[in-house]
C-alpha cells in the first residue's frame, strides 16, 4: 500500500491522481467482473472484518478516547456482516438484463436494460463510525462490480492508519485502496475524476465537495445529515417514548448523523418527559467520567463546539437539564454529559446547527399541527421519528412529511436495514446505498435495444405516406384509442 504520509513537498493532486489510473486501467481490463469475482471480493471484505474485530474496536476506542464495545460491534461490525451477506445471496439476480417493454413503432425488436459497473467509486468517510460509513458503500460498490478509493478521516486517525493496513493486506491496490491524511488529502481526493463520488458529513462541506465533483460532471452521492425531528403525539405513553429516545440519543453520545437532532412532546406532557429522560439516561448511564459504555466526544474542537452550543443558548434564555446522576467532573476528558435544552428560539446555534452531540432540546405543542409545521419550514431532514400507535394517524403523518428515512416508535433502526435504500433528501444528501439501491446507484443502467435481420423500418422510411407508414399510424391510433381518419 502506498503510504499517503510521505515528508516534504507533494503535490497530492498528482499522487491520488496516479492511484487512480492504475483503478481505471485495472477496470478497463475487467469492465464487466462476474457474480464470483464480486463475491470473492465481498468475501475478503468480510474476513477482513471477522478476523480484526478486535482490533477495530480497540482502534475507535482510542481515536474516541472512550467508545463502548458494544456501541461498535452493534452499529459497524455487524451491520457490515449483514450487508455483505445480503448482497452476496443477491448478486447474481441484480446482475440479470431485465427485458422491457418495447413500442409498436418500434417492432420487430427487443430492448432490455444491462446493469453495468461504472468503474471507481471515491468515498469520503466521516469520523463519527468510521468503519461503517467507509465499508458500507464499498460493499455496494463492490457488489455492483465497481473498484474503490476510500479517504478516512484525520480526526480517527488510529482506525485510519488500521484501515490503510487492512485493505492493504487483503486488496490489491488496483481494486480498493485507503488513503489518510489531513484537509488538504480530503480536497484534492474530492477533486479527482471517480465515476461517482460518495461522501458522508456536514451540509456545508456537501456543497463544496459538489462543486468539486461538478469539474468532471462526477455524479455524486451525499449523506449530509441535519436537523432530525422526533414527534410524540399526544396519545403515546410518555415513559415509553422517553425511554426509546433516551436509547438513540445516547448511542454513540449523539454524534450520529440520525440521531434524534430535537423532540416535540405535547406541553401539558412536558414535566414528565423531562423526568423519564433523567430516569431512562440514569439508569443506563449510572456514571459517566469513567464508565466504558457512554462514548466520549471525537476530539476537543467538537467539544468546545458543543460547549458554545450550551453556552449561547444559556446567554439567550434557555433552560438547561444536565444528566449527570454521580455529579461528576468531567475535567481533562472528553465526556460530555446528555443534557436537555429547553425554551428554546431560533436565535440560538443550537437550533441552527446540527448538533452532533449529547445535546437535545426538547419543544412542545399544543396541537401537533404545529410541530408539523414547524418541520414543513426547515430544511427536509436525513431522519423523522415518530411515536404514536394509531397507525393510520401514522401514516397520515409520513405521506405529509419529506425526509431521508423514517422510523415509527424507534429511531435509528431504518439505517440498518439491508433491505430497503439509505440517503437523504435536499440539503440532507442525494442518491441511496444499501441493498438493491446501492447496487443499482453505483451502476450504470444501460438499455439496449436489438433488432434482427428483418428491417421493417426500411418499409416504413420515406418518402412518407406510403402504405407501410399509413398502416403503422392507424395501428397506433388505435393503440392509444383515437379514431382518427
Keep these: 500500500m502506498t503510504s499517503m504520509q510521505i515528508p516534504g513537498q507533494i503535490h497530492e493532486y498528482q499522487r491520488l491522481s496516479h492511484l487512480l489510473t492504475r483503478q481505471k486501467a485495472a477496470f478497463l481490463n475487467q469492465p464487466m467482473p462476474s457474480a464470483r469475482t464480486r463475491i470473492e471480493k ?6 477482513l472484518i471477522i478476523n480484526h474485530s478486535d482490533e477495530i474496536v480497540a482502534a475507535i476506542n482510542e481515536d474516541f478516547s472512550n467508545r463502548a464495545e458494544s456501541e461498535t460491534m452493534l452499529a459497524e461490525i455487524f451491520p457490515l456482516l449483514d450487508a455483505i451477506e445480503y448482497s452476496k445471496s443477491r ?5 440479470k438484463t431485465e427485458r422491457r417493454k418495447t413500442p409498436l413503432n418500434l417492432a420487430p425488436a427487443s430492448a432490455h436494460v444491462m446493469y453495468q459497473p461504472m468503474g471507481v467509486i471515491g468515498i469520503v468517510v466521516p469520523w463519527n463510525f468510521p468503519v461503517f460509513l467507509g465499508l458500507s458503500p464499498l460493499v455496494s460498490a463492490l457488489a455492483a462490480g465497481n473498484r474503490a478509493m476510500i479517504k478516512m478521516s484525520e480526526f480517527a486517525p488510529g482506525t485510519a492508519d488500521l484501515m490503510q493496513a487492512l485493505i492493504g493486506r487483503y486488496f490489491s491496490e488496483d481494486d480498493v485502496t485507503v488513503v ?4 488538504d488529502v480530503s480536497t484534492e481526493f474530492t477533486k479527482l475524476p471517480f465515476d461517482h463520488l460518495v461522501f458522508t458529513g456536514a451540509t456545508s462541506v456537501g456543497k463544496i465537495v459538489m462543486k468539486a465533483a461538478s469539474e468532471h460532471l462526477t455524479p455524486v452521492t451525499l449523506e449530509l445529515g441535519g436537523k432530525s425531528p422526533a414527534i410524540i403525539h399526544e396519545s403515546f405513553p410518555i415513559e415509553e417514548a422517553a425511554d426509546r429516545l433516551a436509547f438513540g440519543k445516547g448511542m454513540n453520545a449523539g454524534q450520529i448523523c440520525v440521531s434524534p437532532d430535537y423532540i416535540f412532546c ?10 423519564a429522560f433523567i430516569k431512562s439516561m440514569s439508569q ?11 462514548t466520549a ?8 463546539r458543543l460547549k458554545n452550543y450550551l453556552d449561547d443558548a444559556k446567554e439567550k434564555g434557555a ?8 455529579h461528576e467532573s468531567f475535567e481533562g476528558t472528553r465526556k460530555m454529559p446528555m443534557t436537555l435544552v429547553l425554551n428554546t428560539n431560533d436565535t440560538m446555534l443550537i437550533e441552527q446547527e446540527e448538533i452532533f452531540g449529547p445535546l437535545i432540546p426538547v419543544k412542545t405543542y399544543h396541537r401537533i399541527e404545529e410541530a408539523l409545521k414547524y418541520v414543513h419550514d426547515r430544511d427536509r431532514p436525513l431522519a423523522l421519528y415518530y411515536f404514536d400507535y394509531d397507525n393510520k394517524r401514522a401514516e397520515t403523518i409520513l405521506s405529509q412529511t419529506h425526509s431521508g428515512g423514517v422510523c415509527v416508535n424507534d429511531t435509528l433502526s431504518h439505517v440498518a436495514v439491508d433491505d430497503a435504500p439509505f440517503g437523504g433528501i435536499g440539503p440532507s444528501g442525494m442518491g441511496h446505498y444499501h441493498g438493491r439501491e446501492g447496487f443499482v446507484n453505483f451502476s450504470k443502467a444501460k438499455t439496449i435495444v436489438r433488432k434482427g435481420r428483418i428491417n421493417v423500418t426500411k418499409m416504413v422510411a420515406p418518402p412518407w405516406n406510403n402504405a407501410m407508414y399509413n398502416m403503422l399510424v392507424k395501428s397506433l391510433w388505435f393503440k392509444f384509442k383515437v379514431l382518427k381518419r
Design 180 to 183: 489518510t491524511g489531513e484537509l
Design 297 to 304: 466526544i471525537i476530539n476537543d474542537r467538537q467539544l468546545l
Design 266 to 275: 405535547p406541553e401539558n406532557k412536558l414535566d414528565a418527559f423531562v423526568n
Design 91 to 95: 448478486i447474481k439476480k441484480w446482475m
Design 42 to 47: 465481498l468475501n475478503a471484505l468480510k474476513a
Design 284 to 294: 443506563a448511564y449510572p456514571t459517566l467520567r469513567d464508565n466504558k459504555d457512554y
Design 319 to 326: 433552560t438547561i437539564v444536565e444528566i449527570n446522576p454521580a
